[in-house]
């Protein structure tokens, strides 16, 4: 079964970067479109990013222009770079996967335990 393992959280400066990491176990990443999803305290999930198996991204408007994905199938991981943050983007990001073409956030079939960010000067 394929296991999905966040990393690269912690405190970050507004206007800071930081990068989170999302390494899989289990089985290759390389058919799997992986997305970033984050939980807020006191608000819903939001899907924040998401690449696909063939390297195609997509991004929430929240992170548009600061926030990158990427993928390095070798090392069976993914990797969400994140510039310029807000206090905005405090939450906690999970990792997920998916045999689906695109990421439905909402029915990803593997899901990580999460990495806490908190963005606060």
């Known amino acids: 079964q394929l296991q999905l393992v966040e990393s690269g959280g912690g405190l970050g400066q507004p206007g800071g970067s930081l ?16 997305g970033w999803i984050r939980q807020a305290p006191g608000k819903e999930r939001e899907g924040v990013s998401c690449i696909s198996s063939g390297g195609k991204t997509n991004y929430a408007d929240s992170v548009k222009g600061r ?16 510039n310029s943050l807000k206090p905005e983007d405090t939450a906690v990001y999970y990792c997920a996967a998916t045999r689906d073409v695109v990421c439905n956030y909402s029915d990803m079939d593997y899901w990580g335990k999460g990495t806490l960010v908190t963005v606060s000067s």
Do not use: P
């Not at 926030?67 to 994140?82: C, E, G, H, P, W």
């Open 19 to 34: 990068r989170l990491s999302c390494t899989a176990s289990g089985y290759i990443l390389d058919y799997y479109a992986i």
């Open 67 to 82: 926030f990158t994905i990427s993928r390095d199938n070798a090392k069976n991981t993914v990797y969400l770079q994140m």
